[in-house]
């Protein structure tokens, strides 16, 4: 007969062995959640439109559920609530789904030393000015370009 200690351990074991693998990172299941709560964006986002428009479009030819007989979906602001309902928690799975891919770069910018706002200024115009005088050279090669090629092919 088990006493009341063994039985405990059994149900603390099992139970740390289910939030073990709950807590594991399973990349499969992961991008699957991440996929599929794509298409449910996707979809959700058609019947948003189809409930939102007037017009004959695929939306409302293909995602019309007004027509579902269903009470829910009896009034085109129903729709639309429960469409956002669904965007939003479609967006919310997406987001638990790549969690994971971002944590190691949380950590690492821990590590990252940053620059003073002197350098950072510096660098800042040094790039703008690099893009103006890039922007500057292909207008002018374009301006200059462009009549010889009107010259050349008669246009």
Known sequence: METNTAKKDKKETSTSRVWKFVKEEHKFENWLLFVLAL??????LYILISAASDNNSFADEYFDIS???????????????IASVIIALSAGSMVYSLWPVFVPSFKELKFVTWTDKKTLFLNSVTVLV?????TALFYALD???????NLIFGE
């Open 39 to 44: 298409i449910l964006l996707v979809l959700s």
């Open 67 to 81: 027509q579902s007989g269903w009470g829910i979906f009896d009034a085109s602001w129903k729709i639309i609530v």
């Open 130 to 134: 690099f893009i103006a005088f890039l």
């Open 143 to 149: 301006f200059g370009l462009v009549p010889l090629f």
